[in-house]
């Protein structure tokens, strides 16, 4: 780790190249685009020109309605897509941003799902044997260990990454959407949870449309507004802000 | 971009094993009959294979059964490592978007879940090939070698056709077309010699003919050839090596392509 600084961008964007008609992206399509010449398609800017810093042991907030450029922000501080312009450090192990049990294998038991998760989060073989209890108990899944992960609720099934990879040494812990789908009482574990994580400097980025929820956790926040940041800094006003265009 | 830790410390094996174990656990657990039904197709194949060809090709190949059982197995690991990798990327597209980690383990994982049956399938060769009267021998252990070799083609030409299949439709159709031409192209059910020395010449560009005749030669006759063998292990590890650096290249843009 470097210094206090556990995330830095500058004039950070992601542009996605879409259709402008409807094609299929078959090597037939690509070879008549070659023949004429044609290419009917445009950039769409899901994050632009975005400066952030955020240190160790933050919780930062990122709001904003949808199709703001959240998730798409998310995956680049994970550094699961490239950006298209700008620079992005990161520094620290930051593997995941666990959206739920996307990722998962729901036809695989929560077992077998459990391992798998780890192996992903970068745990090796042995520290998932010596954490398998700690991570079974935080996720309270005991008894569900044999069923399917497909046969659990939402909720419960969001609950096998999520305690996965708080046991799972990472420095920046990215979270999309997780506060809005456990019940009360997983909900104030998980706070707990980031705040110790916070408290040993463990950096953490929370998306959420849960307001409540960010308000609660995040002393500051990233209020995202059409990709490009409009405001950042304390959580309430960023919040008002967000309502405040909502209507 | 810039950051620490991850590359040097990510236990890549331990996750390859987990993301192979799970495409195993998926593929075998969608059937009621399991393992005997991955036998059923080759099965099948054998029967229609040697029902139709037997009467000409017999005659110019010994022990015909087993030379048509072990083309059969071969082409079977090809054909179904390489399909099942193609689509990896697209089956493993949560997996992909949500957690960071070497692109080709999910491509490896799927020729891996291939290979796991292969090996059982060769199991269920080697067992046969007692039984039609060939002698276990030395050469025997080296079925195994030629097997990753194969291996190697399959895991190279699926990582160029895991990343073309994000990138275009109808990549899949196209492997389909090419894989039977392909089937036609190698000396599964023939042999070699029945063809004219041209096109004998043109077919051993197939780098499966030089597999093929190692490891029949290897099965039957317990003769090999080294330097073919180190040649077509060169070979497959430069395409794999290849394949490898291409989804390092893209990962990016496989991850932008799986996403919009």
Known sequence: MSGKIALEARGLGKKFTIGAREERRTVMEAVARTLTGSAPRRDLWAVRGLDLTVERGEILGVIGENGAGKSTLLLLLSRILGPSEGTLRVFGKTDPFFQLAAGLRPRLSVRDNMALCAALLGLSRADFQRRREEIVAFSELGEYLEARLGELSTGLAARLPFAAAIHADLD?????????????????????????????????????????SVRALCARSLYLRGGRAEFLGETGEAIERLKTAAR | MSGEGGAGTFPYGHLLWEMTRGEVLLRDQGTALGFLWTLLHPALMFVVLYGVFARWVAKAVDGYVLYLLAGLFLWNFFQ??????????????????????????????AVGAVLWSSLMEMAVLLAAAAFLGQTPRASWLLLPVILAVELELAL???????????????????????????????????????????????????????????????????????????????????????????????QFQLADKLLV
């Open chain 2, 156 to 250: 190279g030409v699926g990582l160029f056709l895991a990343v073309g299949a994000v990138e275009f439709q109808d990549v899949e159709r196209i492997w389909e077309v090419l894989c039977a031409a392909l089937f036609y192209l190698t000396p599964v059910f023939y042999p070699l010699a029945a063809l004219s020395p041209r096109l004998q010449a043109l077919l051993r560009f197939n780098p499966l003919v030089l597999i093929l005749e190692l490891f029949r030669a290897c099965l039957t006759a317990g003769s090999f050839s080294a330097e073919r063998l180190a040649g077509a292990a060169l070979g497959g590890a430069l395409l794999s090596a290849a394949g490898v650096a291409l989804v390092r290249r893209r």
């Open chain 2, 80 to 109: 179904k490592a390489t399909t099942y990798a193609l689509g990896s990327f697209k089956r493993a597209r949560g997996t992909v978007l949500n957690y960071r980690f070497p692109r080709e383990i999910v491509v490896l994982s």
């Open chain 1, 172 to 212: 920046i812990i990215l979270v999309d959407e997780m506060l809005s789908v456990g019940d009360l009482k997983f909900k104030a574990k998980c706070f707990k949870a980031f705040r110790s994580l916070a408290a040993q400097g463990k950096t953490i980025v929370v998306v959420s449309h849960d307001l409540d």
